[in-house]
């Protein structure tokens, strides 16, 4: 018996998580207590409450060869399902059982009549074309395969042709991707390609985490209904879509951040590790983010440019009174002091870019300043980074994206 695996390929595989989205997409609306299993029952599957309603084996090619009633692919299909409809005689007639096929199938064959009602089905010239092709295969791989099928009954036969259905020519993989986006288009008017980007991130991220271990992937239509619906308002013209809040800078970025003037400033004041830390974490996620919303033109500069000038105005208020305790000529240590308290107001503070709150944009856009001299903690920070700005400067900002 040939193993059966969910792709041979890294573009199978890709596509297979495509399709399911896809799939789960368009039958979320009219069925919404489905959920959308990934490499559990079969390729992909949708059931209700652990009864499958519908298998699915996704085959997907890069060449243009059709797929015949002989080929390989087609018999490790059947007999999968032939050997589930044994082990589980309570489907037979009642598991939905779809092969997609990016390849075309000739018009006269039995896969041709396995296509959906209303392309020419007819379940019972599709048994006499595959029952023909089954006992004259030659292939020693798929032998388990048309064995197991011709040892069923004829009417056993032909009630598990009956549940198969044939896509055929269905779209790539690339090509999945614009079903999603018309499936979209219906409720997303703006911003379409970035929500599908997240959606898309989101998922793999999902079937990802489940499948490492080893277990399968399981996810409800309605949570994927939610994420759309989530994506979509944060894309609405008040709002901005948050993409790394939780993101950390890998360990070399963080080394080069370490470096960077704005940990310098910290460091003026006595910052502890801990504290440091944050700072660099916050730093890297509000310009990754920053740099993503600009990238995807969803914030302009001019509203980048009126939330610094908002830090800035913020920052300048608390520096004042700073300003006004120097005239007692502090020493050293009370001076650390005053910019540790300059800080710590700044680190209370979550400042909305439309309306967005953030804490990390806030801070990790604060550090940015810092970070280019325009604010600072110490009360005499430019004098003493004047130094650390001839070295400090380095590569990280093609980190940040």
């Keep these: 018996m040939v193993a059966h695996t969910a792709a041979d390929s890294a573009s199978g595989y890709l ?5 399911a989205l896809f799939a789960a997409l368009e039958r979320s609306a009219r069925e919404p207590g489905l959920m959308v ?10 059931d209700v409450d652990g009864t499958p309603r519908e298998l699915i084996q996704t085959k997907h090619s890069r060449k243009a060869s059709p797929m015949t009633d002989l080929s390989p692919q087609v018999w490790n299909t059947i007999g999968i399902w032939t050997k589930r409809v044994i082990d589980h005689p309570e489907e037979l007639g009642r598991t939905a059982l779809t092969l997609v096929s990016t390849a075309s199938v000739p018009n006269e064959s039995g896969l041709a009549f396995l296509r959906p009602p209303g392309m020419g089905r007819d379940a019972d010239k599709a048994h006499g074309f595959l029952l023909q092709a089954a006992a004259t295969s030659k292939n020693k791989d798929v032998a388990w395969a048309t064995t197991l099928f011709l040892d069923q009954g004829p009417e056993v036969q032909l009630q598990i042709l009956e549940m198969i259905t044939v896509l055929d020519a269905s779209p790539n993989i690339v090509d ?6 018309e499936r979209l288009r219906y409720t997303t008017r703006d911003n379409l390609g970035a929500l599908i980007e997240r959606l898309e991130g989101w998922w793999f991220n999902r079937l990802a985490g489940s499948l490492k271990t080893g ?5 409800a239509v309605t949570d994927i209904d939610a994420k759309v619906h989530s994506l979509q308002e944060s894309f609405q013209p008040t709002r901005l879509p948050i993409d790394h809040a939780t993101e950390l800078p890998m360990g070399e970025v963080t080394a080069k ?27 890297f996620r509000a310009g990754r983010q920053r ?21 800035l105005e913020r920052w300048r208020r608390k520096w004042g009174i700073v300003e006004s305790k120097l005239v007692r000529k502090p020493s050293e240590d009370e001076m650390i002091g005053l910019g540790q308290d300059l800080y710590e107001k700044i680190c209370d503070e979550c400042v909305p870019i439309r309306e967005v709150s953030e804490p990390f944009l806030t801070q990790g856009s604060y550090h940015i300043l810092a970070d280019s001299g325009k604010i600072g903690w110490h009360p005499t920070y430019k004098k003493k980074m004047q130094e650390a700005r001839r070295t400090a400067k380095d590569d990280t900002d093609a980190a940040l994206g």
């Design 15 to 19: 596509y297979q998580c495509r399709y």
């Design 37 to 46: 299993r990934v490499e559990v029952f079969d390729d992909v599957s949708f």
């Design 176 to 181: 999945v991707a614009d079903r999603i986006r």
């Design 215 to 219: 277990k399968g992937a399981t996810v």
């Design 257 to 283: 951040l370490e470096r960077r003037p704005f940990v310098e400033q910290l460091r003026l004041i006595a910052i502890g590790p801990t504290g440091i830390e944050a700072a660099v974490i916050d730093y």
């Design 291 to 311: 740099s993503r919303w600009m990238r995807e033109h969803l914030l302009d500069r001019e509203e980048l440019s009126n939330f610094r000038d908002k830090l």
